[in-house]
């Protein structure tokens, strides 16, 4: 199983690399105050690829290191909002940006890294978006599981101004 979720990481990384990005960078936000980004978010929408796929009540955690580096996490509820809640994948992030902490390098099974960059967040960390270099992937994360509907279309509003098909979105149910 192991092998298989490692070979599927690989082969949706690697083809993002593939993909040549847009002719303009994602613009990352000028700070992120490591402290208060940890924790857990609340996934209130993505463009999901295959580890997110029919999953329910989404959480991405995040615990800074001693030495600097994050672990990450991602649980859901997979298939059923009833289903049990399991962690799906973890992950090493490493910050790459130490001016802004909003560039990391993410680690997955200490072999693929991808791109994180923490494109939008509200001043007072009840919400954050996440993006890749590709657009191919991208997250809204909330503190609480739900948004509001207006913050939400704002985020989708300056997703587009981004370069991203906001279209590729799909909200993720989250028991309230």
């Known amino acids: 199983m192991k092998s298989t979720t490692l070979v599927l990481v690989a082969a949706m990384f690697l083809s ?43 959480v991405e955690s995040y615990a800074l290191r001693p030495d600097g580096r994050i672990d990450n996490w991602f649980s859901c509820r997979r298939g059923s909002p009833d289903a049990p809640f399991e962690r799906k994948v973890s992950a090493l992030a490493k910050v790459e940006d130490a ?3 909003a560039r ?52 989708l509003r300056r997703l587009g101004e981004q370069g991203y098909e906001v279209s590729r979105f799909a909200k993720v149910p989250q028991r309230t």
């Open 16 to 58: 993002a690399c593939a993909n040549s990005p847009p002719s303009q960078p994602l613009r990352t936000v000028k700070q992120v105050d490591l402290a208060r980004y940890m924790g857990d978010w609340y996934v209130i929408a993505n463009i999901p690829y295959f580890a997110e796929r029919n999953c329910f009540d989404s």
């Open 99 to 101: 001016t802004t902490n």
């Open 104 to 155: 990391w390098s993410v680690r997955f099974f200490g072999l693929i890294s991808v791109q994180y960059l923490v494109i939008d967040l509200d001043e007072q960390y009840r919400w954050a978006v996440i993006g890749h270099p590709s657009r191919n992937y991208g997250w809204v994360l909330a503190r609480d599981k739900m948004l509001p509907d207006a913050t939400y279309d704002q985020i």
